[in-house]
């Protein structure tokens, strides 16, 4: 059968198909810093992106948006060469779509929960393997985003407090920070003062010199992201933790703070960004489910290339490492950045705006504000 048009109805199909204008929003736009990201040219990257999705659907037929990300964007370590950014991918969909050659289908998995999948737009002579091969991806799919999700057993889900336990552990096993609360826990409240909504974790931590000599306390807010997404500069993720520091900072004034960002992948215009404004990035490259068992979990990592995906909540040995071996002496540094930062009025401004939902548009015209007014404040850019 042939995809329909936008709109359209079928008596013989009635999952609904989407246009390249009605295809699901992904969850980043493509970034207008794209330039700044290689020397390559941006439509070459497209074109290695179209390529490679085009070698994925003919084997798997029909796919969800995080399993062509994972296939695609982590296929190799992460300097290999064969990576291609999850920004190009949501481009190269946006074109076979538009071609025709790909569509969006939205239909329920077997518990019920809507999913999206991206099929080969023609079912000529594998109608059926295509159904089967997008039954069993929602059906999987379907699991996963149950592990995200709040339910009567685990109200804040299984992926979250994973993520949350791994690196409360990883900051104690460290022995470099002073827990704010027992556990590393989490932190509604910090040198006197209510946070905008509680961190993971937070505490304080002794600076040393590369002379080897202490300075004075630098207060550390932590925020942990277990989610698949790739954080960009743009993450609405990445705003909840720097609203709160802001608001922290604006607070103590004179007080060095330093805002930390643990996630699961970061694309590396965040770690420019992070230089730049003063926070601190930690890209695990591994991402923890909590107890489930190898039968609800290995068809999940293997059928949809999750690799990274692990059963348990063990410390993460990414965290424990830049926090003993890393943070201690250079968080002066970014302490000072931040006050920096928080100084200038129009990016805290900015920083607050995009800890909130935005549409789309309006999301890109806050980033450009926020960019603007960190050119005006002396910072390089090019994230």
Known sequence: MRARAVGSRSSDHTTPTYGVADAPKAKFAVPPFQAYCSPVAESDYVERAITRVREVMVTELAVVHSELEARIAEAGYTDSGVNIDPHHITTALRELVRSGELVYRRAPSRGGRDIDTIELADRRRRATALDKAAARKRLLYARYSGWANATARHPRGLLGPAGEAATRSAIIASGAMQPAQPGAGEVKAILGTTLRGPADSGGYMIPFSTQGLPGPPVTILVEVKNIRSWVYPQSQELYQLLDKAASLQETHRDQPIVPVLVCRRAHRTLFKMARQIGFFAIATER???????DDELLPVRNELHFNDLHRGNDLSQRVRDRFRDVLPEHCANFAGTWVHTCRSPRMATCL???SN???PGQRAR??????????DHGLAGGW
């Open 357 to 359: 939902t935005q549409s």
């Open 352 to 354: 607050h705006d995009l």
């Open 366 to 375: 806050t980033m450009e504000f926020l960019r603007h007014a960190a050119e």
């Open 287 to 293: 991402q923890l489910v909590g107890e489930v068992t």
